[in-house]
């Protein structure tokens, strides 16, 4: 099997909206996390991992949270609310521009300090890689203040990013249809390698014919066929990281975790909306036969124009079947704190993080090597 060659880097559901809580719990990893644990982001054993940014898992001051939320929003930083197709932005920061990266779209590339950090974590590990690489194109993040993004779903709360490939042709301008012939498949595995390791990827949705060549690739690179299988959703009981989705032959959508940003938002957002920093929640109301925006802003005690609003409808005209956005005044109950599981890691880095054991020792030797004092 040939062997892949590694360069050290530095580099770095209905579901409601809101996430209401009155007694702090941190954010926290999810129970199948490995042996190793917290040692999985620690990088000082380990070249190819950036060390966290922040420790997601250290205790929620609930006291000074819910303060600032009273007295200044604005020192919170980015605040990740509710879920990507239901949901806000709260002080949020711009895609910057790069030397790796060029962004499409500056008015519609903002999200939170963690979803920037990841992104550009990446993108450094392919030029860590492969030196003098193209700039890649960064498209759609979020709007400044979270919410629905034009012809989006998604792409609400910051924790999303439309980011496209590298091509054999060198630098683009724009996303572009990408086939094997013109797909740079080197830089582009290398890019979804170092988001999943390096970063808190959610999910990557990239049409299937691009998974197909990826996962090819990466299997003659020499790549964990277990691991592979297990990032590309081929085992039953999971979908897997890497999945399809239509419409995406020129770009890939990565969804991230934000354990800061959205633990901090779950916790203060009651506060913003008493203060009317943010809007109150909303709610995803899938549509039955015969109702219509009346009935559901009756409902939900809220009104027909926020309701269109929310949806972007021009219209009044509803689909049976389909999920809506209704804006509500009361906030729903707590869903609980956020939960990230752990990196996807392939073996060989899994290994190396677990901590050697010291050799077993006797009494007799262990008495020979003590001083007299420690003797037995």
């Known amino acids: 099997m040939k062997k892949r060659r590694r360069n050290p880097t530095d580099a770095r559901g209905a579901v409601l909206l809101v996430w209401a809580l009155l007694v702090a719990a941190p954010a926290v990893r999810a129970a199948d996390d490995p042996g190793p644990g917290p040692a999985i982001r620690a990088a000082a054993e380990l070249p190819d991992l950036e060390p966290a940014a922040a420790d997601a ?4 001051d609930l006291e000074g949270l819910l303060g600032l939320a009273e007295r200044d929003p604005a020192s919170l930083g980015p605040l990740s609310i509710g879920t990507p197709d239901a949901g806000l932005l709260v002080n949020p920061l711009p895609m910057p521009s790069g030397s790796f990266w060029r ?4 008015k519609e590339s903002w999200g939170t300090d963690e979803t920037i950090d990841f992104i550009a974590q990446a993108i ?5 890689r492969y030196p003098g690489s193209p700039r890649l194109v960064i498209g759609d993040l979020s709007r400044p203040d979270g919410g629905r993004l034009n012809r989006h779903r998604s792409h609400q709360v910051g924790r999303d990013a439309d980011i496209g490939f590298y091509y054999m042709r060198g630098e683009v301008d724009t996303f572009l249809a990408a086939r094997q012939r013109d797909l740079d498949l080197p830089r582009t595995w290398e890019l979804v390698r170092a988001l999943i ?12 014919s691009l998974i197909a060549l990826l996962y090819r690739y990466a299997v003659e690179e020499g790549e964990n066929r277990a691991w592979l299988d297990d990032v590309f959703g081929r085992r039953a009981e999971d ?14 959508h990565v969804r991230f975790y934000n354990p800061r940003a959205q633990e901090r938002g779950r916790i203060v957002y009651p506060v913003l909306v008493r203060g009317g920093v943010v809007p109150p929640p909303t709610v995803r109301h899938k549509v039955r036969r015969g109702e219509t925006l009346g009935h559901l802003a009756r409902r939900y005690g809220t009104s027909v124009s926020g309701i269109r609003a929310a949806n972007g409808l021009r219209g009044s ?7 809506y956005v209704i804006p509500v005044r009361k906030v729903p109950p707590d869903a609980g704190p956020v939960v990230v599981p752990p990196r996807r890691l392939p073996p060989e880095l899994v290994v190396r993080l677990v901590p050697a054991r010291a050799p077993a020792t006797t009494a007799s030797e262990a008495a020979e090597g003590a001083s007299p004092d420690e003797q037995p």
Do not use: C, W, Y
């Open 57 to 60: 898992t250290a205790p929620v």
């Open 103 to 106: 962004v499409r779209n500056p």
């Open 124 to 128: 450094e590990a392919v030029e860590a």
């Open 197 to 208: 390791i390096h970063t808190d990827v959610e999910r990557i949705f990239v049409d299937r």
């Open 239 to 252: 979908k897997g990281i890497i999945q399809h989705e239509r419409r995406h032959k020129d770009h890939m």
């Open 317 to 323: 005209t509803l689909r049976a079947g389909r999920s």
